[in-house]
């Protein structure tokens, strides 16, 4: 048992090593993908599936002023293709109505599948959640289920599948108007598993979902919001989930789960910086986990992708930053946001925003 526990440390200690001297990232390119014409782009999702790229954003009519509450219309889009041919975007879920407007979209991808998650409603305090399924690699999509009320599925992060391969560990989030309250949150984290995902009846019935716990933190006052937590497996201990969530408290929130997702312990604040910005985790088929995150305090003028290398990640010195993707540190009036991974091979790609009127893909090779 020593032995294990020393040969253990010996193998984590070189990962960690060969990780901080390694180059981590390298940029090859930064590709412009084709949006609609005269919308905006905000919350973006990707995925490849079969030589292509499909990716999913909220698109919103000029002009358009962002504040928590639709002022314009919001569809939900779809752009498919490669960074030298992309198809033209295709609205997937259309709102004639305000008050019925579409948010943050999440694409996920199990075996022949993909999964458009979306939630609708006139802000994100007043949601529904939907998912539309594609059997043609994102050519065409169901008509939408509607999730039980209560359930909204997986927050801008995409979910997990269970140990078996049959349920799905969604990573959720809920925001409600208790700002007057001081001991309220304004918004919380939560599990919510879908069992037997793969039979689409299961999606709508209540029955199916377990309902998971709001992930217990200590409220830091009126309007504290704690959401959209991106969840990853430990790379040593397959039993281990971690999970960092957007807040509002300045710091990223942490916690973690021994039992694969189960129960989890109280949150806490990490060393991590967080401008209420979303970020995204991915641990690659290679056992690395990496970050693509704006790594301020405030504002999001500085976009970046980090590498776990230590072994307690709600620790700023457990993060490498690998490579700046975006900076304008001079003006500090640009907005890089709302990225998300995507593996593909031996490279990542990075799609995110710019100034909700750009969408960028940038092709990294990892060393």
């Known amino acids: 048992m020593l032995f294990k526990k020393f040969s253990s440390s010996v193998f984590l200690g070189l990962c960690f090593i060969m990780a901080a001297y390694s180059n ?7 590709h412009k993908v084709k949006i609609p014409t005269n919308l905006t782009v905000h919350s973006i999702s990707g995925i490849f599936c079969k030589g292509n790229f499909i990716l ?19 569809h939900i889009y779809v752009t498919r293709g490669t960074p030298d041919n992309w198809q033209e975007p295709i609205p997937v879920v259309i709102s004639d109505d305000v008050e019925m407007v579409c948010f943050d979209p999440v694409l996920y991808k199990f075996n022949d599948k993909i999964y458009l998650f979306y939630k609708m409603g006139s802000s994100p305090r007043n949601l529904h959640g939907f998912v539309k399924i594609s059997s043609d690699n994102g050519t065409t999509w169901s008509d939408p289920l509607s999730l039980p009320e209560n359930i909204l599925g997986p927050a801008k992060c995409k979910p997990l599948v269970s140990e078996d391969k049959k ?7 809920f925001q409600k108007d208790n700002k007057s309250v001081a001991s309220h949150q304004d918004g919380w984290a939560s ?5 037997n995902f793969e039979n689409e009846e299961n999606f709508e019935h209540k029955e199916c979902w377990e309902k998971g716990k709001k992930i217990a933190f200590e409220f830091k006052g009126a309007g504290s919001v704690i959401i959209q937590p991106a969840i990853w497996q430990d790379c040593l201990n397959p039993q281990v989930l971690h999970m960092l969530c957007r807040a509002s408290t300045g710091k990223l929130v942490y916690s973690c789960s021994n039992d694969f997702g189960k129960t989890w312990a109280s949150a806490v604040d990490s060393e991590l910086p967080s401008n209420y910005s979303a970020i995204d985790i991915l641990k690659t088929v290679d056992n690395r986990v990496f970050m693509v995150w704006n790594p301020l305090p405030d504002l ?35 907005e890089y946001s709302f990225p998300s991974i995507i593996p593909c091979g031996d490279r990542l790609f990075i799609a995110y925003g710019i100034n909700r009127r750009e969408l960028i893909l940038a092709e990294v090779v990892k060393s």
């Open 24 to 30: 981590g990232l390298e940029l090859i390119k930064k």
């Open 56 to 74: 999913a954003y909220y698109a919103a009519e000029l002009p358009y002023e962002h504040g928590g509450v639709a002022k314009s219309l919001q």
């Open 167 to 173: 349920d799905l560990i969604c990573g959720a989030s």
């Open 191 to 195: 599990i919510d598993v879908l069992k």
């Open 300 to 334: 999001r003028w500085k976009l970046a992708v980090s590498e776990l290398v230590g072994d307690d990640p709600k620790f700023s010195d457990s993060w490498k930053e690998s490579l700046l993707l975006e900076s304008d540190e001079e003006n500090k009036k640009s």
